[in-house]
Every structure is written in structure tokens, then in C-alpha cells.
């Protein structure tokens, strides 16, 4: 493919076009945006949506353009519209960078509002070491043909809003783990499913820190209803993924005080584990 | 006790006294302290140890003082020494504050290089609800009088070099994860242990920061020798432990790409987990 071929071919998918940042011109290091509201669910932006937003810009930004480790503190609500993404280079390595980025949007009284705050550090995946040991195994799931998609869901879930995120994606829950949409969640915190782009964009290091948190939340699967504010969120991604769908599952052990942790694991099509994730939200009062 | 009593109490623990953090005059948010090198373990100062210190100040600085969910990336090593750690309140919320924070050294040309940075979000442990639904259960490993401590190691396992840090530890490693110290590492990537303070210290919401990363890391039960340098170090605290030795238990499922996770657990002595950890750190090359 020419390299124009291939940059018409990424402005024609939707990740690729709503997580576009252009650096504003006399501010090194920062990056304006038009946050799009088609990646809204229920009330708010998809986390993993803005994880990916703030991500590019740090790609840009880095001297190294993949993100290995990198953490959002969602600080307030993101709403669809304009944007400003401030990067530092925090230390510039050989094989790694680090790198701190900040998103912001103006309130009703035009004054800047910090939405997230993200630290983070880059590399190359392509240079690292081929050496794979692992004890992970990817999670025993139905095939994709077997999951459920969000449409024969009947009412969305035991929530009600936006569903403007499902629209994007080609979404298949294992139906062990979709008990919820029929008001029967299983009570274990687990979700599971197969994620891709409904307009059939691959999957690359970028749209991982969006798989981590694109499933539909455990809380659901614990018979809990609402939203679950995200505080923390952490995703190292650890493979470029092979072409087709991913297969992401979710687990919640411990609700205490409150608070839960989600935990995700997100597999490539060659069975090779990803992207790690790990976040802690507040729990739905429901 | 009195409040003078409890200062004098506080004082005669090597890790409060080691951890202490003065506030700089005229620098609001700004904190000295003098690293100590009984924190050392191999060739550097223990990460767990550092976060600690960096999670002291954020206390202090902060108007809420329990570190919910905090992340620290480690830049370049830290020495022995004077140390300054400056700290910012990113947002402060009724029931949550975000803060930022950094720890500066002075190289060799007395420039000020950075050691740290953090992000976290602190609460009041206290104030959360006392609801829990957990699916964790405790780590299966035998009582603290049959696991085997640092002393009865031949050698002190893999690695040479500094041991100060076992001399402020009260460390009881379980058997089956302890075969690296006599040549025999099991391979499964496990290290389990109970935890305590040499000088009887008990265990609070800061030191489980150090908890986290207290134990000798997975890679020896993988059969790798040398420093495993952590990238990234997040700790979610659950809840305040209850007094007596903690049962850490720590895991490596996937080493890639000459990165490994390090998944940690920590329980108290009244069955709660009170942290959830995870670190991304570059495995040993040996």
C-alpha cells in the first residue's frame, strides 16, 4: 500500500479519525482535539476512549511512539467537544521514554477544567526480545460466532442512555457473562468478549488501552446497575496484536468500601496475551 | 497512649524515622529527606521503600491522607542521601484528592536530577462504608512459624551484594517459593512470605506501599539471577490492616519482550486484602 493509500485508509476508520491530534501551532507539546461523541456510553465519554485520546499525543509527543505502561487518573467528566492535550517529555532514554500528558476542556465560564491526568512510559515493541515465557492462557470462551452481540440484548443492559459506543464496535459477549442484559447476572464479576472496531479497523498498540476498558463494566455481572466512575487506570501493553478480533475478560474480585478493581486481560488472534489492565472505579450504589 | 508517647513510639521505628519527611521552608509542598541505606537491598535503594517515602509526603501535602491508588515511575536510581521531593495537589475533591509528586537528587555536578514521579489519589480509608463482597480468598501457604526466614538462606540466594534491608524485616518466606536460595527456584514465578518489621513496627496504609514490593522479586523462582529494575510500581490500598504480620504473595504470569508483571497480594491478619499491586519491570538478563 502506497503511504497515501495508507493515510486515506486510517482516516476511514473511526478510531482512527476521532483519536486525531494536531499540534497546536507556537505550544510545543500540545495537541488540540474535537472529542467525539460517538465513543459516549450511558452518560459520559468511554474511558478507554480518552485513555487512547491522551495515548496518541503522547506517541507524537515521545521519542519512542508505543505505549507501554501508562496510567490515566480520570480527575473530572470529559464531555464531547474541544480539547487540549499538554505532554512533557519527563526523561528521554535509549531503549524508553517517559512521559506525562495532561487533557483539558473549558467550563461553561470558559475557564480550563483539567480532565485527566496520565503518566506513562514508551518504547518500541518491534525491538524488543522475541523471548515469550508465560503461564498465562487465554480465556476459555465460546467462539465468536457463539457469543451474543449487543443487539440481542434486549433493553441494552440494566442501564439506560447512550449506546452511541456500541455502534462502533463489533461487540460479542460470552454468554456465561451476559446474564445481566436478561436481569440474571451470574454474581462472579466477570465479563468476556470478543472486541473489534464495527468498521473493521485491526487492532494496534493504540486501540489497546481503548480494548482495556471498552467491555461493558464486571459491576453488571454483580448484579450492581449505573455507572462506575473510573478513578485509576492502568494498561501495559506488551505485544503488538495480530490482525482480527481480540478476546478481552474482565474480573472483579474484591468490592470493599466502595471501591473495586477491574482487572483485564486482552488476547490477540495468535493466542499471545496483549495488553494487561488493571483499574480501580467506585461501585455503582445500585 | 499520650500524643507525646505516640511521637516517642513513632520515633523508635526504623521505618518512620527512615521514612520522615521535613517540610522545606519557604517551598510550600516541598519535603527533605535523607534517603537511608538501610533500605538497600542488591545495589540500590528497595522501590517499595521510595514509593513510601514519596507516599509520606503526598500524605502530608495533601488534604487527604490514605493513598488509595498511587503509581510511581521509576526514572534513575536512587542513592543513599539527601532528597527532595516536591508535590502538587492536581484536584481536591470532598472525598478524594489527587496529587502529583517527584523525588529530585543532586548528581555528581550538584545538578538536580529527577529520581521519581507519582501520581496518586488519596482518601480517607475510615470513611468508606464497610461493605465488602469479595471473591479473593487468602494465599494457601503455611503458618509463619513453618516458613523460612532470610537467615536460613546458605547464601542469601542468586545475587550478591547488599542485604540491609533483611536486617529491618521480620521476612518468612513459604518453602515451596524459596528453592532459588538453595539452587532450586520452582519455576511457577511465585514468591509468598509473611512480613513484618524487625522491630515489631505493625503495619499501616503507608507501609503497605513498602509491602508491595518488600519480597525478593519473582524472577529468582523463575530461575533468574540479578537486579529486576521496576519501570512502574501502582498499589491500591483496600483497607487499614489489622495488626500482626502480613502475607504478601506475588506473581509473574508473563514474561515478554524482556518485560515481566509482578502481581501482588497483600492480606492482613484478620483475613482482608488490604493492597493490590502491580509492577512492570524489565527481567533479569542471568
Not at 491530534?21 to 510545543?28: F, N, T, Y
Not at 464486571?218 to 503488538?240: M, Q, Y
Amino acid at each position: 500500500m502506497s503511504i497515501a493509500a495508507a493515510g486515506a485508509a486510517t482516516r476511514d476508520h473511526e478510531f482512527d479519525r476521532d483519536t486525531a491530534v494536531v499540534p497546536r501551532p507556537g505550544e510545543p507539546g500540545a495537541y488540540a482535539i474535537d472529542l467525539s461523541e460517538g465513543w459516549t456510553i450511558i452518560s459520559a465519554l468511554n474511558g478507554g476512549y480518552l485513555l487512547s485520546v491522551v495515548g496518541r499525543a503522547l506517541g507524537q509527543a515521545l521519542p519512542h511512539h508505543d505505549p507501554l505502561t501508562i496510567t490515566a487518573h480520570y480527575l473530572t467528566a470529559s464531555r464531547p467537544g474541544p480539547a487540549v492535550i499538554r505532554t512533557q517529555l519527563v526523561r528521554g532514554g535509549r531503549t524508553l521514554s517517559n512521559g506525562q500528558a495532561s487533557l483539558f476542556q473549558r467550563d461553561d465560564s470558559g475557564q480550563e477544567v483539567e480532565r485527566i491526568r496520565v503518566i506513562a512510559a514508551y518504547g518500541d515493541l518491534d525491538a524488543l526480545s522475541a523471548e515469550v515465557r508465560t503461564a498465562a492462557r487465554p480465556p476459555r470462551m465460546p467462539s465468536y460466532e457463539e457469543c451474543v452481540s449487543g443487539e440481542e440484548a434486549p433493553d441494552g443492559g440494566p442501564v439506560s442512555g447512550s449506546t452511541a459506543l456500541l455502534d462502533r464496535l463489533d461487540l460479542r459477549i460470552d454468554p456465561a457473562t451476559a446474564g445481566w442484559a436478561m436481569g440474571a447476572p451470574s454474581g462472579a464479576g466477570r465479563i468476556r468478549g470478543w472486541l473489534g472496531f464495527a468498521d473493521g479497523r485491526d487492532h494496534d498498540p493504540l486501540s489497546l488501552l481503548f480494548a482495556a476498558d471498552a467491555l461493558p463494566p464486571t459491576a453488571f455481572d454483580l448484579g450492581l446497575k449505573g455507572w462506575t466512575p473510573t478513578l485509576e487506570l492502568t494498561v501495559h501493553v506488551r505485544s503488538r496484536p495480530a490482525p482480527g478480533p481480540l478476546r478481552v475478560s474482565l474480573t472483579t474480585r474484591n468490592l470493599a468500601g466502595g471501591l473495586m478493581e477491574e482487572d483485564g486481560e486482552v488476547w490477540d488472534s495468535a493466542d499471545r496475551l496483549v495488553a494487561q489492565s488493571r483499574q480501580l472505579a467506585r461501585a455503582p450504589r445500585g
